[in-house]
């Protein structure tokens, strides 16, 4: 009894090793990444920066001014670049005031990129050690820290979409791949150029039919904007 109860000890460990590493690597980009830009924002260290334009878009989208103008920039917002994924951020600007709903919506764009991942491990295609490593990969890269250290922009809110595109790619999800897709685009009008070579991924692939629909998803979405 003695010996059998030592030997699981180990496994208990690593059970709860496994459990904790998730939650402790998004604790550790809440205090180390999230806080700090948050700290820096409430004592207005970022005025006329992207922080200061996007909020003002913000506060100013309305279905009667859908593409206002933003004194800090002197241009109409979607003029220098059609990111209408701003308009996620707008509903939640009547409980908080433009510039902390920009933080916040950027952060959950970041926070969700995770939530792909979990959908791979329920289904047994992702072990808890490789969730983990993608989940730090995404959240600590240098790329998506110095991003997130610039708020607010529509280019950091992309890495969900981006994230979602792969896992739909991946798992072959026309439906989520076209509507990832869209989601994409929505944050900056070049991604479409990316678009356009997933349609030739897909013709390789022989998924000739998906192939036509994101082709001409994108070629339409660069020509309209």
Known sequence: MVSSTSDSSPGRVQHWLGTLALPFVVLLWLVLVVTPVWLQAAR???PNFDLGIYSQAVARLSLAEPNPWISARQVFIFNDHFDPILWV???LARLLPPMWAALVVESLFVLLTVAPLLWLQAKGLLSRRAL???AALLLLSPS???AMKFPAHPTTWSVLPWVLTGVAFHLRRPGLLLASLVLLFSCKEEFAFGGVMLTLALLLRGERR????VGALSL???AGV
């Open 210 to 213: 998906l192939a036509m629909g």
């Open 220 to 222: 339409a979405w660069l």
């Open 132 to 134: 983990v490593l993608l």
């Open 89 to 91: 951020a707008h509903p």
């Open 144 to 146: 998506v820290v110095e």
């Open 44 to 46: 207005a260290c970022f």
